[in-house]
């Protein structure tokens, strides 16, 4: 029996170091494996546990001898374009992913190893994204190559093992060929299958036999390609009735637009759950149509114009009651997190004042996130903002411009929120504040008031939603602790 008198070193705990490994990044990692043989084997997982091409382009080089020994620790791969690449991880030892973006034509050699990846992995794979790069002066800019359906289908090894269902959840395809009757398959093979996003897809053929995948509650496709020519031919929505979340787009005029009445006749009888809309309406009139003339009971709206007009903000406003999520949709390679503020969006033709109609109308509101375009601060001032539940903000304010004065709201948004859960533990006797810190308190909350600076001003609107867990402001997102 152990002595209880005996000081252990809590990094003797094997449990402690298996939690510190999944929290450091991949330097650290690599130099607390050579601390010793116990702590190589903890964190060398944590080394191979995601493969970023754009990042790790040197994983192609590794000898298979290296991949072999390591392979079964790779969860996640990203960024798997080239033939050198792929071929890296066509190996027995990589077949526990659980994500994949991998290109899947470019050759006839590339697209062999990639689906036989996929077939390695498809009962662990989560989430997989396959795609083809665009084709250089092609128009549509589909790929000669087609989804090769089979590799979805369970291996031998796991029908042997007894676990043949696959895991995924998330499937997205772009730039490639699928046949109807190679979508169908899929579908009724990966019956976890939750998302189905079809981006830049060729569906050819025709639907062979009525078959429903109720587990899919998000549909991503093009909205010419699901409300095709032929009326008369049965819908693709009809795959899916528990659908929740609708994401289309449309790059052409309003002249092509397909007639309200017939969308809104297939998205009534199809999916008579569909409650959530994110629109990629780069002709202008997409949004406005389908808020004012298709959809009903909208909980959540993604839009992105290119420029956000008044006949928008109007359509939004006709979902008041309903609407918990308002959103832009954020363009590729802009990130949140990075360590720098963005330039304003010029793309807008709406006044602050119809701009700040969305928080006053939308009573519901939990998510607002309007990052391309900056208010003033005001015009937020002048009126209040309905929804007291609001949960996440991103929006950028006129003025603040800078990390330092950025990091001062949060920072003064922070402090208001810690008196106020001061406050609340004090009147149900579950905290003992001395006189002399609540006077502290009561100062620096004088002081907050009496502060006119913009930083103060945009610090007092936030500390009016109780429930706000996520702020960005233009530079990181940030929570009250």
Known sequence: MDNPTVTRNPFDLPELIYRLSRF??????????????????????????????????????????????????????????????????????????????????????????????????????????????????????????????????????????????????????????????????????????????????????????????????????????????????PSILSHFPNLTTLHTWQNTSSKDMVPSERIKKDLSTYCPHLTQYKLEDYSGNITPEFLTNIATNITR?????????????????????????????????????????????????????????IPRRCVQLERLNLHPYEMDVDVMEAAEWVCKDLKKLRIRVKGLDTKEQILRVIALWRAGCWRRWQEKAKRTNALVVEAEEEEEQEEVEKQLEEDYSIEARVARHLLKFEQLWWVWLGYQTWTPI
């Open 24 to 233: 450091v990044n991949n330097n650290d990692a690599l130099s607390c494996a050579l601390v010793s043989k116990a702590w190589t084997i903890d964190f060398v997982s944590s080394i191979w546990f995601q493969i970023d091409f754009d990042i790790h382009a040197q994983f192609a080089d590794l000898s298979p001898d290296v991949v072999a020994k390591h392979g079964h620790h790779i969860r996640v791969v990203k960024n798997a374009k080239a033939l050198a690449q792929v071929s890296a991880l066509d190996h027995s030892n990589i077949n526990r992913l659980r994500y994949l973006h991998i290109e899947a034509a470019a050759s006839t050699t590339q697209q062999e190893n990639s689906y036989r990846i996929v077939t390695r992995n498809n009962t662990n794979l989560q989430e997989l994204i396959l795609f083809a790069a665009p084709i250089s002066g092609s128009n549509p800019a589909y790929s000669s190559y087609y989804v090769l359906s089979a590799a979805f289908s369970p291996s031998y090894d796991a029908l042997q093992q007894r676990t043949p269902i696959p895991n995924l959840t998330s499937l997205k395809l772009k730039g490639l060929i699928i046949t109807y009757s190679s979508l169908e398959s899929i579908l009724q093979v990966c019956k976890n299958l939750t998302e189905l996003r079809l981006p830049q897809v060729a569906l050819i053929g025709r639907l062979n036999r009525p078959f429903q995948h109720t587990g899919i509650t998000l549909f991503s496709f093009g909205l010419k390609s699901i409300f095709h020519e032929d009326p008369a031919r």
């Open 301 to 357: 709206i993604t839009f992105e114009e290119e420029y956000m007009s008044p006949e928008t903000i109007s359509a939004i406003i006709l979902h008041q009651s309903t609407l918990k999520k308002v959103a832009h949709f954020y363009s590729p390679g802009f990130d949140y997190e990075k360590d720098e503020v963005p330039p304003v969006s010029d793309k807008i033709k709406v006044s602050d004042e119809m701009l700040q109609l």
